[in-house]
Every structure is written in structure tokens, then in C-alpha cells.
């Protein structure tokens, strides 16, 4: 499982107009999910998610997390991130988890989010989305699990 996370002072994702999920200060995190992954590797994901430390503290230190700052998680599902691109010019898909699959375990990857982190808003799975940020820093993270 695959997130990249991206700290910021705003973002939303919507969907054919209409604003679906947003958040101010907090976590833009773009959720890739590889064939083997499940609950374990989801769980372990967003703890980590939770805890990582790319908030500045008082001296400009990247030392807090987005639980700290009591930022909000703005999740949204990105199958693009779980391509393989070693070869060619097209990327492959292959190692990508199938998307009914894909779909129950980016609802339990919401749900145990909610159940852990007070402000947390998403996408809807499979849409067309268009999300929008502003990248503060720019801080980006690729996290795996």
C-alpha cells in the first residue's frame, strides 16, 4: 500500500463540480493499493500517516505530526500510484489490487481513518476527481507500508 502525502495549507477533491471532500491545514494523501495488500498493511499505513512527523514545531523543525497540529486528512484513492514503469513508455497496471478489491479496502482504510483522526474528509472511489491543493513547503512524502 502506497500513500503520497502532501502537507498543506488547503485542499478538495470534486467531482464533476461539486466539492465532495476539503480540508484546510492538514494532508492531502493520495492511497495506492498493490495486489497484496489488506487490513494489516492499511492499518500499519495509517498509523504511520498519522504520525509522521512534517509539520514544523516552535524552531521551524519538521517534528510534528498532522495529529499534532490537529490538521485534517483529505484521502483520496489513486490506482496510478500502484503502476509498475520499469519498462516501455506505458505503465503497466499488473501489480495493482483489481478494483471491486480495491474498493473494500479503501473503505476500511476511510473508516479506520475516522475512527482514528477527528477531521477527515475523502474522494469517492473510481471517480473522475479533480483535486486541488496548495503544496505547503512544497512538503511530499511517498509512504509504504
Known sequence: MLALIQRVTAASVSIG?????????GLLLLLGIEKDDGEQQADRL????????????ADGKMNLSVRDV?????VVS?????ASTDKGLRPSFSSAK???????L??????AAQ????DVAAGRFGADMQVA?????PVTFLLKS
Open 98 to 104: 483489481p478494483p471491486g478489491e480495491a474498493e473494500q
Open 106 to 111: 479503501y473503505g476500511y482504510f476511510l473508516k
Open 133 to 137: 491543493l496548495v503544496n505547503d513547503g
Open 17 to 25: 463540480g461539486d466539492v465532495v471532500g476539503s480540508i484546510n491545514h
Open 78 to 82: 489513486q490506482f496510478t500510484l500502484a
Open 70 to 74: 490537529q490538521g485534517g486528512l483529505l
Open 115 to 118: 475512527a482514528e483522526h477527528r
Open 46 to 57: 495509517l498509523q504511520k500517516v498519522l504520525a509522521y512527523r512534517v509539520f514544523a514545531d
